[in-house]
């Protein structure tokens, strides 16, 4: 069941995730974020990201790609934009 689910979502439906990152701002780990992001960005998911608060969203920004193609540490581009 587990590996039908994942290949073709349940009782046959595809299944796309969305995740919300609520954050003041701060991205306590860059790099490991921008590799999980990069990886996801060949599975149907996506994130969205909610600011709170008058902190500084650099990070935020960076992790949003869209001056820039988000690329991991290893130089592996993101396939898409997923933030």
Do not use: W
């Amino acid at each position: 069941m587990e590996e039908n689910v994942s290949q073709h979502g349940l009782h046959g439906n595809r299944i796309y995730s969305v995740v919300i990152i609520i954050t003041d701002g701060n991205c306590h780990d860059m790099e490991k974020t921008k590799e999980l992001l990069v990886k996801m960005s060949t599975m149907p998911f996506s994130a969205v990201v909610v600011g709170v608060g008058d902190s500084n969203f650099e990070d935020m920004e960076i992790l949003d790609a869209d001056l820039h193609v988000l690329v991991d540490k290893d130089g592996n581009e993101a396939v898409r934009d997923i933030v």
